[in-house]
């Protein structure tokens, strides 16, 4: 099992960037796979982006592709999602998700599939 925390939520304009962070602890966090869900209020947790063990796969929702990437360090025991062109539908609590994998280059994409969740981290877009 791993301990995730996110970081780097917050308000801004529609078209603006923002950096979410994810901090893991545990020794096992490098055979997870990875991923970014989010939650609007009133609507289901959906996938945002996920990244394999190996750093080697990644995928993205459609809405996401081309605006958000998904990366990670080992050596800092870190999951990073950059989003860019942030519209007024991205507006919700984003959350680290984590998923040992046994160095399978398997993603996840169900949140019922899920083996760890992080507190989530609010973001929020103006128009």
């Known amino acids: 099992q791993v301990q995730l925390v996110e970081s780097g939520g917050g308000l801004v304009q529609a078209g603006a960037s923002l950096r979410l962070s994810c901090a893991a602890s545990g020794r096992t966090f490098t055979t997870y796979a990875m991923g970014w869900f989010r939650q609007a209020p009133g609507k289901e947790r959906e996938f945002v982006a996920a990244?394999?063990?190996?750093?080697?796969?990644?995928d993205y929702a459609e809405s996401m592709k081309g605006r958000f990437t998904i990366s990670r360090d080992d050596a800092k025991n870190t999951v990073s999602l950059q989003m860019n062109s942030l519209k007024p539908e991205d507006t919700a609590v984003y959350y680290c998700a984590g998923t040992p994998t046994y160095y399978s280059e398997k993603l996840y994409y169900r949140a019922r599939d899920v083996s760890d969740w992080g507190q989530g981290t609010q973001v929020t877009v103006s128009s």
């Open positions: 990244i394999s063990w190996s750093g080697s796969s990644t």
